[in-house]
């Protein structure tokens, strides 16, 4: 049980962050380097403002950044650039700005959060600890209503969309310079508020996001464009993965184990045939579901 609460905290996120760049590049195609530096931000504004009840701290952090994101996608994201490689460097660039401002203002020394929530909670006979808990509940409820959003809603529907087929979605009457906005804005800010929920588990410094951002892109690297659902599944596997090789295994040998396995699913994925036998599976498993 206590390997299955880690789990769920540890998915929280990995959650939030991969359901976030996966907006991004749904509706935009651009992969959000800056997404681990946002989690610096959304932690240090936590840890900064000390004055505020933590649940109003989140929420300042949410506020806060909301301006700062729609200054990034107009300024430097809204007009289209050569390729994907030149948005990515556009989106290292704020990542290491983000990063130089927080070290300049902060400097390199961690800083820690007092959790809201104290003491332990009992689960099925096993004690954890209770913010951990809380921590990764609120964090599992928001995935699920995000994914909600995107599969019950006309703006998930339009987000699909646009991420199927840009340019019939345009025909058909979708703006999509005002839904590429929406979706930076929301995809950061689900950073954002990973940042600041989980900054009293975590070492707050600059570099922060940094280590937080490989695990991340590999969620997104093993997901489909416009499929949310699916990279939410990712973010599940990989912190699965990460808490079952800690339990296991050193915690040097764990991270070693870690990116090797990932990298090799990763380049199992691109072959031509995997891609093929699941194009197979899928056309075998719809009339499965119609019968």
């Given at each position: 049980?206590?390997?299955?609460?880690?789990?769920?905290?540890?998915?929280?996120?990995?959650?939030?962050?991969?359901?976030?760049?996966?907006?991004?590049?749904?509706?935009?195609?651009?992969?959000?380097?800056?997404?681990?530096?946002?989690?610096?931000?959304?932690?240090?504004?936590?840890?900064?403002?000390?004055?505020?009840?933590?649940?109003?701290?989140?929420?300042?952090?949410?506020?806060?950044?909301?301006?700062?994101?729609?200054?990034?996608?107009?300024?430097?994201?809204?007009?289209?650039?050569?390729?994907?490689?030149?948005?990515?460097?556009?989106?290292?660039?704020?990542?290491?700005?983000?990063?130089?401002?927080?070290?300049?203002?902060?400097?390199?020394?961690?800083?820690?959060?007092?959790?809201?929530?104290?003491?332990?909670?009992?689960?099925?006979?096993?004690?954890?600890?209770?913010?951990?808990?809380?921590?990764?509940?609120i964090a599992v409820a928001v995935?699920?209503?995000?994914?909600?959003?995107?599969?019950?809603?006309?703006?998930?529907?339009?987000?699909?969309?646009?991420?199927?087929?840009?340019?019939?979605?345009?025909?058909?009457?979708?703006?999509?310079?005002?839904?590429?906005?929406?979706?930076?804005?929301?995809?950061?800010?689900l950073a954002v508020l990973a940042?600041?929920?989980?900054?009293p588990l975590l070492a707050v410094?600059?570099?922060?996001?940094?280590?937080?951002?490989?695990?991340?892109?590999?969620?997104?690297?093993?997901?489909?464009?416009?499929?949310?659902?699916?990279?939410?599944?990712?973010?599940?596997?990989?912190?699965?993965?990460?808490?079952?090789?800690?339990?296991?295994?050193?915690?040097?040998?764990?991270?070693?184990?870690?990116?090797?396995?990932?990298?090799?699913?990763?380049?199992?994925?691109?072959?031509?045939?995997?891609?093929?036998?699941?194009?197979?599976?899928?056309?075998?498993?719809?009339?499965?579901?119609?019968?």
């Amino acid at each position: 049980m206590d390997v299955l609460l880690a789990i769920i905290t540890l998915f929280g996120l990995y959650g939030l962050t991969t359901l976030g760049m996966a907006v991004i590049f749904a509706a935009t195609r651009v992969v959000n380097l800056a997404q681990g530096d946002l989690i610096m931000v959304g932690a240090y504004t936590a840890a900064v403002l000390t004055g505020p009840a933590f649940g109003w701290r989140v929420t300042l952090a949410l506020v806060a950044s909301a301006p700062l994101l729609l200054l990034i996608e107009r300024l430097l994201l809204r007009r289209p650039l050569a390729d994907g490689l030149a948005t990515m460097l556009v989106t290292w660039g704020v990542g290491m700005a983000l990063r130089q401002a927080a070290e300049l203002w902060f400097t390199s020394t961690s800083r820690s959060v007092d959790a809201p929530v104290g003491g332990t909670v009992t689960v099925l006979g096993t004690p954890y600890p209770a913010y951990r808990l809380v921590c990764g509940l609120i964090a599992v409820a928001v995935i699920g209503l995000v994914l909600l959003a995107a599969y019950r809603t006309d703006w998930g529907l339009t987000l699909r969309a646009v991420a199927d087929n840009p340019a019939m979605a345009a025909l058909l009457g979708t703006d999509p310079r005002r839904l590429r906005t929406i979706a930076f804005i929301l995809g950061g800010l689900l950073a954002v508020l990973a940042g600041a929920l989980y900054s009293p588990l975590l070492a707050v410094n600059p570099t922060m996001g940094f280590g937080l951002l490989v695990p991340v892109f590999f969620g997104l690297l093993l997901s489909r464009p416009g499929a949310l659902g699916t990279a939410a599944g990712a973010a599940l596997a990989i912190a699965a993965l990460s808490v079952l090789l800690r339990t296991w295994l050193t915690d040097v040998l764990a991270e070693v184990f870690f990116y090797l396995i990932v990298v090799a699913v990763a380049a199992l994925r691109s072959r031509p045939w995997i891609r093929r036998y699941m194009s197979w599976l899928t056309r075998v498993r719809v009339p499965a579901r119609a019968s």
